[in-house]
C-alpha cells in the first residue's frame, strides 16, 4: 500500500481535519483516506450514469413539455 506525506498544511484546515474526524469516530489518517476515496468515487465517471440511470427511474412516466414550447410561451409574455 502506498503512503502520502502532505507538507505545508494551513493549522485551520488541520483543525478542520481533526474536528471532521472527533466527529466521524475515526483518526485523523482514517479520515483524510475517507476524504480522498469520497473525492475519487464522486468524480468517477461512472458515478454519472449511475445518477442519470437514478434520474431517469425517478421521473419515468411524468408528463414533460418539449423546450421550444417552453420558450415559445416565454417569449408571448412579454
Known sequence: MAQLLVRNVDEETVA?????AAANG???EAEHR???RAARQSSAPSDFWERAARL?????GRRTTPSEELLREA???R
Open 16 to 20: 478542520w481535519l481533526k474536528a471532521r
Open 56 to 60: 431517469r427511474a425517478q421521473t419515468a
Open 75 to 77: 417569449r408571448d409574455e
Open 26 to 28: 475515526r483518526s485523523v
Open 34 to 36: 475517507e476524504i480522498l
